[in-house]
Every structure is written in C-alpha cells, then in structure tokens.
C-alpha cells in the first residue's frame, strides 16, 4: 500500500479505518521519512509517552478528583501490548520513552515491563515519571533495567501539605525515594512541582534549596485543566512561570539556557551551583506545541496526538485484532500522525476542563 517516492521518503495513503476518535477520518497522504515519523507541521516525532495504568496511591488535587473510579482491569493494554507497541514505535525511529500514570509503581511487574523496553536497540533513552512513595524499594532494580533518567513528583517539603495536596500521601516515603533513586545513580533525578497560588507558592524557594542541596534538577509546572479536580479551579490558583522566576531572583542568580532535555521544559542555570537546572513548563504562559516532538499512549491503549486535545487511535483494538501484525500496527502509526494537532487551547479564561484527567493521559 505505501507507494515508495525515493529512497528515503514514501507517501503512504492514509486508510480510511474505524480505530480513529474525536475528528472525522482522515484522507489524503502523509509523507513519512525511513527513521522518523514527521506530523502534517513538519514536527518529527521520537518520543512516547506511555502511562501503564491510571490507578495511583495519591490523589493530588490538581491531577484526580476524591472519588475516582478507575478502568477494569481488562481494559488496560497488557505489559506485552505495551511492549508491542513500544517497539513498534522505536522501529519507526522513535528514541525516547518515558513510563508515566497514574503511578506506573503501583503496577503489577512493572519492573519487568523496563526489562523488556530496556532491551530494545535504538532506545536511547527510557524515563519514569513517579510520585516517588515506591521508589526506595525499586530504584536498584529500575536502574539496572536501563532506566536513564527519574523525575519524582514533590510539590511542598511540609508534612501536612503533602497530604493535603495528595489527599493521601506520606511526605517522608517520597523522600526516602528521591534519597534511594540519587543513591541508585541515575544519569539524571529531576523533581517536578506543581505550583498553585495559595497552596504552595511560597515554598518555591525552598523546594530549589532541596534540589541545589542535593545536585539535582527540578521542573516547575504550571497547571494544566484536565479533568474535574473536585478542589480549586484552575484560573484562581494559576501561578506563572514568570511569577516564581522573580521569587527565585530574590535568592539566586538565574540565567536562561539553551538546554533541553528532550521534553517541554525550558531551562534555567543558576550561577554558582551547576548541579541543579530549573526547568518551566508554561502550558499558558509559554505555549510549547511549536516544536512538539511527543505522542502518549493511555493505559487503555489509546495514542493521543496532544496532551490537550482529543484526537486519538486506537492502537489496543489494532493489538487485539490483529496479533502479532507488525506492519498493521506500524501502519497504522504512521497514519496516526496526519491527525496530529497544531496544538493544545488551554484558556485560563475558560471555564472548561477537559474531560479526562492527567492519570488518564500521562503526564
Ligand atoms: N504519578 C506520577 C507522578 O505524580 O509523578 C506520574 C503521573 S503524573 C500524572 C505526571 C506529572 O503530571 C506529575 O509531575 C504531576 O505533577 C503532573 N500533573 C498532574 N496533573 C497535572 C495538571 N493538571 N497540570 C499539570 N501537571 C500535572
Ligand atoms: Fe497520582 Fe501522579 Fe496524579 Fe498525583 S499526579 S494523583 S501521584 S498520578
């Protein structure tokens, strides 16, 4: 079916097939290149999202409502799907994945899902995103696995409001994680902080104190309105990247790098401690879909072309219907990408949400 053009590049035709959600089927052609997989924007895609189970043991206030009711369990791609699909993806050029959730630690041997990935040539880079609570007990066996790099998620250094913004969560597990994964000697640990106005916006400073004291990196997120929190809305709490920029000029030294990591962030240095960058990742304040490199792939199997949006595939019916058919699923990934949007439309000015939630989509 794909119609080759010259060595390097093939026009495929897109098929006309019922996997697709949320836009009409797509027509036309898309041109793919023999190692990357290149949007309708000319953006390359070579990096995947992948959360592997929306189930979590927090309820941050930003990511889930008190009360949520999570897949079945047969709903949810298999460790082997998704060891299917990521090698899939790494044959069509992509290099770096990141496992994400809900809290992939919570899953059912995991740690054997990393062995697998980790074994794949041209992976040039496997990731896990984590609240931490089960890292002191896994960070040995993930390293070994050929995990790279670990981002923890803390958002306040306070015992009470660790539990009040994860509604369950032990501050003291998590830092018992972060001590584990900087013993476990992983090419990068990186904490990510969502920072809420009235929550935990004063605490900016001291959350980079605890990175520069320990030599490593920390992201600062600007919430992003996904899902139904049950808690705050979005606009009243926002705090820009801007806003802790001054806060930190106030103690640091702060210049802007070139540097990235492969993901939104934007990197700040800080003079005098090289140890320690500061990433932004500014969904309102500095859109980042220019140079959009990533796709996701949901727990339940879905391929979602845009953290904000709702264009998707359905890659675990291709995994299910037909077996073991590479070039079907490879096909059909390819396709994927003529549907991939320009980019999100957050609107602070908004009221609306959309509906599904960031352990759904994998942050
Ligand atoms: N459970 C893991 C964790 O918390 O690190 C991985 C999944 S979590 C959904 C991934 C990242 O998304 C975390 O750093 C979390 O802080 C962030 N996140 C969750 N909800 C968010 C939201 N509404 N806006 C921006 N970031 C969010
Ligand atoms: Fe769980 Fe991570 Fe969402 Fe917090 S941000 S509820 S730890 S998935």
Not at 57 to 83: A, G, H, K, N
Not at 177 to 198: C, P, Q, T
Not at 326 to 338: G, T
């Amino acid at each position: 079916m794909a119609a080759p053009s010259n060595s390097f590049t093939t026009v495929v035709p897109v098929a006309s097939i019922p996997y697709y959600r949320g836009f009409d089927s797509p027509t036309g052609s898309l041109t793919v290149t023999e190692s990357s997989l290149v949007d309708r924007f000319g953006r390359s895609i070579h990096y995947l999202r992948i959360s592997v189970t929306d189930r979590c043991d927090f309820r941050c206030v930003y990511c889930m409502s008190e009360d949520m009711t999570f897949l079945p369990r047969e709903q949810l791609l298999t460790l082997e799907e998704i060891d299917q699909i990521a090698a899939a993806f790494i044959e069509l050029g992509v290099d770096r994945i990141r496992i994400t959730g809900g809290e992939p630690l919570v899953r059912r041997n995991i740690v054997e899902l990393f062995r697998e990935l980790g074994r794949h040539d041209g992976l040039r880079d496997l990731t896990l995103t984590t609240n931490g609570s089960q890292l002191a007990r896994y960070a040995r066996d993930l390293r070994e696995a050929g995990v790279t790099r670990v981002n923890i998620s803390l958002d306040t250094l306070r015992v009470d409001r660790f539990k009040a913004m994860t509604r369950v969560g032990d501050l003291g597990k998590t830092l018992q994680g972060i001590d584990a994964a900087i013993e476990a000697g992983f090419e990068r640990v990186k904490l990510n902080s969502v920072i809420l106005k009235g929550h935990n916006h004063d605490e900016v400073v001291d959350l980079v104190d605890f990175a520069v004291e320990r030599g490593i990196d920390i992201s600062f997120i600007e919430e992003m309105p996904l899902g139904d929190n049950g808690d705050h809305s979005v606009a009243d709490v926002h705090y820009s990247s801007q806003q802790i920029r001054e806060q930190l000029a106030e103690r640091y030294s702060v210049q802007p790098s070139a540097e990235r990591t492969g993901g939104p962030a934007r990197y700040w240095r800080i003079d005098g401690y090289p140890g320690t960058r500061i990433g932004f990742i500014s969904p309102h304040s500095h859109n980042f879909c220019d140079d959009c490199n990533r796709v996701r792939l949901t727990s339940e199997g879905l391929l979602l072309l845009c953290l904000g949006q709702e264009h998707s595939v359905d890659l675990r019916h291709v995994v299910r219907a037909w077996p073991g058919d590479r070039e079907r699923l490879k096909q059909a990934i390819v396709d994927a990408m003529q549907i991939k949007p320009k980019g999100h439309e957050f609107d602070l000015k908004s009221n609306e949400v959309l509906v599904r939630h960031m352990n759904m989509t994998g942050g």
